[in-house]
Nanobody, 115 residues
C-alpha cells in the first residue's frame, strides 16, 4: 500500500518561503507523475504542480515562477519550494501520485500566509 506523508507546512508572512516535502513509502519512480494539489477554505481542490517520471514539470499559472517542484529519487521524496508567498496561497496542500489506474493522496498539510 502506497503512503504519502507531507511535512513542512506552517505559518509564514507574505513574501516569505516554505518548503513542503512529500515522502513516499517506496520508490517514487513507479509513479507516472507525482505532485501537489491544494484546497483553500470554501474552494475546490486545485492542481498546483507535478513532475512526471521523465522529469518534466508543470505548474498552475498562479504559482509559476514562485514555486519549484523537485524530487530526490534516493530519498523517495518530492519537494515544493514556495517563494514569494501570498495571502491567496493559504490552503491545505496535498501530495498526489498517479500510477494508472491508481491514484494516491497524502493526508494534507496546512500552509497559512498571514501578517
Amino acid at each position: 500500500q502506497v503512503q504519502l506523508v507531507e511535512s513542512g507546512g506552517g505559518l509564514v508572512q507574505p513574501g516569505g518561503s516554505l518548503r513542503l516535502s512529500c515522502a513516499a513509502s517506496g520508490s517514487i519512480l513507479i509513479f507516472d507523475r507525482i505532485g501537489w494539489y491544494r484546497q483553500a477554505p470554501g474552494k475546490a481542490r486545485e492542481f498546483v504542480a507535478h513532475i512526471i517520471r521523465g522529469g518534466n514539470t508543470d505548474y498552475v499559472d498562479s504559482v509559476r515562477g514562485r514555486f519549484t517542484i523537485s524530487r530526490d529519487n534516493v530519498k523517495n521524496t518530492v519537494y515544493l519550494q514556495m517563494n514569494s508567498l501570498k495571502f491567496e496561497d493559504t490552503a491545505v496542500y496535498y501530495c498526489n501520485a498517479n500510477r494508472l489506474p491508481n491514484e494516491y493522496w497524502g493526508q494534507g498539510i496546512q500552509v497559512t500566509v498571514s501578517s
